[in-house]
């Protein structure tokens, strides 16, 4: 999307006035809305048990797992994710007429914003994870070393979310292509795929070869909730639509969870012998469309409380903060969980009285926690100027822009393949402890290893196109 005004200069007024008017507030403020969504989700549901266990409250109190229908909003950022690729990809064929050089431009824009903040935080947890296994706390017997360990794996597990979706972004040149040829019908192809590998996957029971099916819906799914912006840009999801998608979708959901072989719950819960996020399932793809549809009914309504400028400017205020709550919301819940534990301090029965009662008061903890690692590491979230004007102008030598093109998609590939590792593995190098991926076991050095190859070579692409 075009740029804002940065709010910290400007008032209400200035910030409206400065927004292009062709802008979608409503996609923007679908964007800061769901990752905060997913950062008051995260509060909500993750625990700590008396025995100083880390689990989730929804495996406590199964009656609340149905608001993860609408807590889970994941699916509403791969959608305006759709949008902001339609638009960077349309901006850039601008700039560069010439096709090559053009994608690996793309690749390492995309990739500059997801991997600049996410690398200094894992930079900050390999120091934690280093010196909690010098210091013998990894090590330890009992409940605070099993914490310990856990924790090294729990709070890096939200990469996911950044693998996930740098790899969408790589495939998004291709499907904008296709979208431009056959519109929603690459949504329906998807989601038929989708589905024919869920049937797959349960009619084959427990085997290998099923599991290594299933992992196709990382990419069909979340594809196809992408692929629902590219329609979004283009006017494609009217009202109409999007009120088939809400009630096609959530019914479609509901019907998966009532006699289909899918848990309740839209997330993953530990000891849970199915989860409809890992891999994810026809249920979760279901709710993504029926949430996305909610999104198009309510876009009139919420694009003229956006005209507000008072309303517009939180978005753009939030919005300068979002991923980088995001990327640390979990290490401020941590820590706080573990203060409470030191001050032997018992968390309350989940849904009980007491549970509910705290909730208010645990969250505005958090938040001030969070706001203090915000402070510090925001900066390393904010966009910085294009640095190879010979990319963005096109100027680049044609053979080498030729050679940029594929390594980029090399190095797209192995660096989604290396974030994913170590939200998998977690950052305990030095404990080593391998952790089945795809099909074999991966410690975090061989993880972290993998992940600075995938940026070796982005960074290789970029040296090709500015030759």
């Known amino acids: 999307m075009s740029s804002t005004p940065a709010p910290a200069a400007h008032r209400a007024a200035d910030v409206d006035r400065l927004t292009p008017a062709d802008r979608d507030r409503w996609v923007d403020a679908l964007r800061v809305g769901s990752l905060l969504v997913v950062v008051l989700g995260h509060w909500f549901m993750v625990t700590l048990t008396a025995g100083g266990t880390i689990t989730n409250a929804l495996s406590l109190a199964p009656t609340l797992q149905p608001v993860t229908w609408l807590l889970q909003v994941m699916p509403l950022f791969f959608l305006v994710g759709g949008v902001a690729h339609a638009h960077s990809l349309e901006s850039l064929a601008r700039r560069m007429p010439s096709g090559p050089g053009r994608y690996a431009a793309f690749v390492r824009q995309r990739a500059r914003r997801l991997l600049r903040p996410t690398l200094v935080f894992l930079a900050v947890w390999l120091v934690v994870g280093v010196a909690a296994h010098l210091s013998g706390l990894t090590r330890t017997p009992g409940a605070d070393g099993a914490l310990t360990r856990d924790a090294l794996v729990m709070v890096p597990q939200l ?9 969408v972004a790589a495939c998004a040149p291709g499907m904008l292509a296709l979208h431009r040829r056959h519109g929603l019908a690459v949504v329906a192809v998807l989601v038929v795929l989708s589905v024919v590998v869920d049937l797959l996957r349960f009619s084959g029971g ?11 819906q990382f990419a069909l799914v979340w594809l196809a909730l992408h692929q629902l912006g590219f329609a979004w840009r283009d006017g494609l999801l009217t009202p109409a639509v999007g009120r088939l998608m809400l009630v096609g979708g959530f019914g479609t959901m509901l019907l998966c969870v009532a006699v289909g072989p899918y848990p309740t719950s839209m997330v993953g819960l530990p000891g849970e012998a199915l989860s409809n996020m890992a891999p994810p399932t026809v249920a979760l ?8 549809g909610l999104a198009v009914v309510l876009r009139a309504p919420m694009t003229r409380l956006l005209a507000r400028p008072k309303v ?19 290490t401020a819940l941590l820590l706080v969980l573990l203060g409470l534990r030191a001050a032997g301090i018992d968390q309350p029965e989940v849904a009980g009285p007491a549970w509910w009662l705290t909730r208010p008061v645990l969250f505005v903890g958090l938040a001030a926690l969070t706001a203090v690692f915000v402070a510090v590491f925001a900066r390393f979230d904010r966009p910085r100027p294009a640095r190879d004007e010979r990319v963005r102008t096109g100027a680049g030598h044609p053979a080498s822009s030729r050679r940029a093109d594929p390594l980029a998609r090399l190095g797209a590939l192995v660096t989604v393949l290396g974030v994913l590792m170590v939200s998998v593995v977690g950052v305990d190098v030095l404990g080593a402890r391998p952790v089945f991926f795809l099909v074999a076991d991966v410690t975090p050095g061989a993880a972290l290893a993998v992940l600075a190859a995938g940026v070796a070579l982005l960074t290789l692409a970029r040296e090709h196109t500015e030759q």
């Open 159 to 167: 990469l996911w979310f950044v693998g996930i979706y740098l790899g």
């Open 206 to 216: 427990s085997s290998a070869g099923a599991g290594l099916l299933a992992n196709l």
């Open 285 to 292: 793809l279901a709710q993504g469309v029926g949430i996305c």
């Open 312 to 330: 517009w400017r939180a978005v753009v205020v939030a919005g300068a903060f979002a991923m980088t709550a995001f990327l640390w919301h979990l």
